[in-house]
């Protein structure tokens, strides 16, 4: 079975622009969950998706954002970059929605922002 | 407040030179541990999930164990191919009775050959 999937694996952009990082889960998870990560920071949540519907959220600014698809698939958008969102992103898939009791988490490769 | 604190934060080891690293926890309401391993550039790997306190888990050279308030990495006789960052993540609830997971920053391991 595939793993977790992100596109583009390295990304570089200048302050102010705009840029969509993509995923695509594992084969029959419905949950999909992004990270940042950065060095000292560690893996800071930004939000989970489930049902094409956001259900959490982490604390970061409006110019963060998401969406799910019907087939699981999910993006993510940052607008109006800043140097500090320079970061791994990691795109996390779970089979259950975030009402289960627990489930596992499976992360993909994740995408490399660099902001100049 | 739900935390995860990780300890040591680096730790070099020589081959076969067997050690433990830590993650001690507090968070209402546990419904599970993770282990998982990151190699650098790269996304986390999981590697187990501990449940309840007493359950021990093993994968070739490590051994995961949990009690109420931590839960310890065993690693024996490790290769240089064991050097990575491990991290570890407790699952609980929040106010929405959704999971949460909170992370920990991290144990970096090296081995030297």
């Known amino acids: 079975k595939a793993g977790v999937t992100q596109t583009p694996r390295y990304l570089i952009k200048t302050r102010g622009q705009q840029v969509t990082l993509s995923c695509s889960p594992i084969s029959g998870h419905r949950s999909v969950s992004w990270y940042q990560q950065t060095p000292g920071q560690g893996l800071q949540f930004l939000f989970e998706y489930f049902s094409e519907t956001q259900r959490n959220k982490g604390n970061f600014p409006g110019r963060f954002s998401g969406r799910q698809f019907s087939n699981s698939r999910s993006e993510m958008n940052v607008s109006t970059l800043e140097l500090g969102d320079s970061a791994l992103y990691l795109c996390?898939?779970?089979?259950?929605?975030?009402?289960?009791?627990?489930?596992?988490?499976?992360f993909g490769p994740g995408t490399r922002l660099t902001v100049l | 407040e739900d935390q995860v604190t990780q300890s040591p934060e680096a730790l070099r080891l020589q081959e076969g030179e067997s050690s433990s690293l830590n993650c001690s926890y507090t968070?209402?309401?546990?419904?599970?541990l993770f282990w998982y391993r990151q190699d650098p550039g790269k996304g986390p790997e999981f590697l187990f999930t501990l449940y309840s306190a007493g359950e021990e888990k093993e994968k070739e050279r490590l051994k995961a164990t949990l009690t109420k308030k931590e839960s310890f990495l065993h690693i024996t006789a490790p290769k240089p191919e064991d050097s990575a960052t491990y991290l570890c993540?407790?699952?609980?609830?929040?106010?929405?009775?959704?999971?949460?997971?909170?992370w920990g920053l991290g144990t970096s391991l090296g081995v030297n050959p």
């Open positions: 996390a898939s779970s089979l259950l929605g975030p009402g289960s009791r627990t489930d596992t988490q499976y």
């Open positions: 968070v209402s309401g546990l419904r599970g």
């Open positions: 993540a407790v699952q609980g609830v929040d106010a929405g009775n959704n999971r949460k997971l909170i």
